[in-house]
């Protein structure tokens, strides 16, 4: 299981990371089993990994508004939508569809 210590501290060191380094935290919270006991661990650690995830599309998304002439960030957000966003929005309805079926309620 991929251990949530090892995810970067900021978006920027985030940013260039393939959906293959960030799938194993996902599949690592959807094989955990959820009790009451680890709700609270389990949901700090979804939001570790989908804060960083807001952070670098809300990254692009003002270096792009900012500069819309800036071609670098232009193609970084482009693949950013391409490769990261679809599968990671794919990866967040798990999350929500595990913890909805799991019928705990937060600590």
């Given at each position: ?17 393939p959906w293959e ?39 692009y998304t003002i ?45």
């Amino acid at each position: 299981m991929t251990s949530f210590a090892t995810l970067p501290a900021t978006s920027a060191e985030f940013r260039d990371w393939p959906w293959e380094r960030i799938a194993p935290y996902y599949d690592g919270l959807l094989a955990r089993p959820l009790t009451q006991e680890n709700l609270a661990a389990w949901l700090a650690d979804w939001t570790a990994i989908s804060a960083l995830l807001d952070e670098v599309n809300n990254s692009y998304t003002i270096a792009t508004t900012v500069n819309t002439a800036d071609a670098e960030a232009e193609r970084g957000y482009t693949t950013w939508l391409d490769t990261i966003q679809p599968q990671a929005m794919a990866a967040e309805q798990r999350m929500r569809e595990k913890l909805l079926a799991s019928g705990l309620e937060a600590p």
